[in-house]
């Protein structure tokens, strides 16, 4: 939770698991064979600093610097968001799933980030789970992994620190 | 409450949860005619990510009865039982587990352990806590905790949780028991006992 992870590595596994209202998000470049995951939690930081990855505002320029560290060329990048389920229908939760969704959304927006795939809302659980070069899915408590967006087909990866 | 809690205040409120939880289990053992134990709780004062972990592994499916609590001190209170616990429960009330009956019966039990608890905590420290309707759901672990983590404490940096682990005699079934205040409310529940902190 309020975590992200990040690799140029072809092979690595990048997992939130336990996605509940959090929305696990998924920023990709596919030739660069680049990859970042970010557990959002709140859709705002209202005046706190950290953890990024914590607050929907944040994560996502966070998100973005560093996938670019690693590797990534700004403008081939494509987000994937899962999760944002609604838990418990009553209560002081306001829907926070709902609310983190727009955040996160919002925030892409405003840095002209394309939304690719999504599995977003209803009211399970699910867990988001990158491998680099090959996918990004989504799975729900004791279902099927679902295949959201195939990695495939990058060229090889530009190593973290290299020169470009 | 902004920064963390020093070991007096964690005993404090591990006494308190300690109590309480005395109250839910015999409210327990009365509605399943069976003795149940319990275990000294756990009280942890940590940051969210944290918080999730220590309530137990995030990637276990188990089911979770979230009661809403509202009064001088809010936030929610949160049992987690695990699958054969759950069937467990079933069977000790006469219904099929899995069933949407089942999920009354587990409700119910969260309603009863739920007031017993915050009937206790609120006579301890003058302070009103009532619960909501029950909801129940069967979820990964952590998809739950962090939900109403997120709902229950929202910016609050450190969320407490007050462990209590009810075992019922001559069945498997731990029940853990959290009381996850929102951020003002850890403070409220130690200022009855002198010991929250000088800035509010």
Same mark, same amino acid.
């Given at each position: 939770?309020?975590?992200l992870?990040?690799?140029?590595?072809?092979?690595?596994e990048?997992?939130?698991?336990?996605?509940?209202?959090c929305?696990?998000?998924?920023l990709v470049d596919?030739?660069?064979?680049?990859a970042g995951?970010a557990h959002v939690?709140?859709p705002?930081?209202?005046g706190?600093?950290?953890?990024?990855a914590?607050?929907?505002?944040?994560?996502?320029?966070?998100?973005?610097g560093q996938?670019v560290e *690693? &590797?990534a060329? =700004?403008?081939? #990048?494509e987000?994937?968001l899962? !999760?944002?389920a609604?838990?418990?229908?009553?209560?002081?939760?306001?829907d926070?799933?709902?609310r983190?969704?727009e955040?996160?959304r919002?925030?892409?927006?405003?840095e002209?980030?394309?939304i690719r795939?999504?599995?977003?809302?209803?009211?399970r659980?699910?867990?988001?789970?990158?491998?680099?070069?090959?996918?990004v899915?989504?799975?729900? *408590? &004791?279902?099927t =992994?679902?295949? #959201?967006?195939s990695?495939?087909? !990058?060229?090889?990866?530009?190593?973290a620190?290299?020169?470009? | 409450?902004?920064?963390?809690l020093?070991?007096m205040q964690?005993?404090?409120l591990r006494e308190?949860?300690?109590?309480?939880s005395g109250s839910?289990a015999?409210?327990?053992s009365q509605m399943?005619?069976?003795?149940?134990d319990?275990?000294v709780p756990?009280?942890?004062a940590l940051p969210?990510?944290d918080?999730?972990?220590?309530?137990g592994?995030?990637?276990?499916?188990?089911t979770g009865?979230?009661?809403g609590?509202?009064?001088?001190?809010?936030?929610?209170v949160?049992?987690l039982v695990?699958?054969?616990g759950?069937a467990?429960?079933c069977s000790?009330l006469g219904v099929e587990p899995?069933?949407?009956?089942a999920?009354?019966?587990?409700?119910?039990?969260?309603n009863?352990?739920?007031?017993g608890?915050l009937?206790a905590?609120?006579?301890?420290t003058g302070?009103s806590?009532?619960?909501?309707p029950?909801q129940?759901?069967?979820?990964?672990?952590g998809?739950?905790?962090a939900s109403?983590?997120?709902?229950?404490?929202?910016?609050?940096?450190?969320?407490?949780?007050?462990?209590?682990?009810?075992d019922i005699?001559?069945e498997?079934?731990?029940i853990?028991?959290l009381?996850?205040?929102?951020?003002?409310?850890v403070?409220?529940?130690l200022a009855?006992?002198?010991l929250?902190?000088?800035s509010a």
């Open positions: 939770m309020g975590e992870a990040v690799s140029g590595t072809v092979g690595d990048l997992v939130a698991i336990g996605l509940g209202s929305i696990g998000l998924a596919r030739t660069a064979n680049v995951l939690v709140l705002e930081s209202q706190k600093t950290e953890p990024k914590k607050f929907a505002d944040l994560a996502v320029p966070d998100l973005i996938v *690693a &590797g060329l =700004r403008r081939r #990048l987000a994937v899962v !999760g944002g609604r838990m418990f229908s009553v209560g002081a939760s306001l926070i799933g709902a983190n969704s955040a996160v919002e925030a892409l927006g405003k002209g980030i394309k795939a999504e599995e977003i809302g209803g009211n659980g699910r867990t988001a789970r990158i491998i680099v070069g090959t996918e899915s989504s799975q729900l *408590a &004791g279902g =992994r679902t295949s #959201l967006l990695l495939a087909g !990058g060229r090889v990866a530009a190593r620190g290299a020169s470009r | 409450m902004t920064g963390r020093n070991d964690l005993d404090a308190l949860a300690n109590i309480s839910a015999t409210s327990l399943l005619g069976r003795d149940v319990l275990n756990k009280a942890f969210l990510a918080a999730v972990d220590a309530a592994d995030p990637a276990q499916e188990v009865i979230v009661l609590v509202e009064g001088d001190v809010a936030g929610a949160l049992l695990p699958p054969d759950a467990t429960l000790l899995g069933s949407d009956v999920d009354s019966a587990l409700g119910e039990i969260g009863i352990l739920g007031a608890y009937m905590l609120s006579s301890m302070l806590m009532m619960p909501g029950p129940v759901i069967t979820d990964l672990l998809a739950i905790v109403v983590l997120a709902g229950a404490v929202g910016h609050g940096e450190t969320a407490l949780v007050l462990d209590s682990e009810l005699t001559g498997p079934c731990a853990s028991f009381l996850l205040p929102d951020a003002g409310g403070n409220d529940l009855p006992l002198g929250a902190e000088a």
